[in-house]
């Protein structure tokens, strides 16, 4: 899409390409519009690149699916969703409608009408979050950057799992510490977690999708599913 002249004071439009190493007939290039602002959620991280590799790579179980991404943000890996095929739904704070604004603009950069923008907040059941449809996965990339903020993703994640049994929450983070640590909060809710190997989906570079991302950091991926035998399903 050509964004010539689309570039503001505050807006720049990153454009990111996946290609297929088996079929190098086959690509997808997304553009994802920045906003020169002091929130975080403003900019494409390393994780945001690192999950959209994960779907582009398993882009088969994503067409006709109905997929959820928490703390959307700049919406990389949402919007990467929708053009595999899903059916999306981008969320991020309720308090945060920049953030929510620039959902919208993401899906307006790439031809996205139909995706559904909502405001969300981590641990509090409001109405938008039951009344959601039946959702096949969850995404998050670095929603674990807060301690304090950990319980209440995991409680969001909790809720969704115990209404779809059978969805998975899909999520990548950053290494800051090595005493931060989920696993604890896992159990509390009942949750599981699988590790990922970044080599399994030709995501361990430091450069991915035609970006200088994800550089020098360290990202990791889980994939978190309800335990149904402790919650009687």
Not at 15 to 30: I, Y
Not at 43 to 58: E, N
Request: glycine residues 6%.
């Amino acid at each position: 899409m050509d964004h010539s002249g689309a570039e503001t004071a505050s807006i720049a439009y990153k454009a990111f390409t996946f290609d297929d190493k088996k079929n190098t007939q086959e690509s997808l290039s997304v553009s994802i519009p920045e906003v020169l602002d002091p929130q975080y959620g403003m900019y494409v991280w390393p994780c945001a690149v690192v999950l959209a590799q994960y779907l582009w790579t398993h882009r088969e179980e994503l067409r006709g699916r109905t997929v959820l991404e928490l703390g959307a943000g700049v919406s990389l890996p949402g919007v990467v969703a929708a053009r595999c095929g899903a059916q999306v739904i981008l969320s991020d704070s309720a308090d945060s409608p920049l953030c929510l604004e620039n959902c919208r603009r993401s899906c307006e950069a790439n031809g996205l009408p139909d995706v559904q923008v909502l405001g969300l907040t981590w641990g509090d059941v409001s109405p938008d979050l039951v009344l959601l449809p039946e959702l096949d996965f969850i995404l998050g990339s670095d929603v674990f950057y807060e301690p304090r903020d950990f319980e209440d993703v995991l409680v969001t994640v909790a809720f969704l799992l115990r209404k779809n049994p059978r969805a998975q929450f899909w999520t990548t983070y950053q290494e800051r510490s090595s005493d931060w640590s989920i696993q604890p909060l896992l159990h509390r809710w009942s949750l599981s977690c699988v590790d990922v190997q970044l080599h399994s989906f030709d995501a361990e570079k430091s450069e991915l999708a035609g970006s200088t991302l994800p550089g020098r950091h360290t990202v990791h991926m889980m994939i978190i599913t309800l335990n149904t035998e402790d919650v009687g399903l």
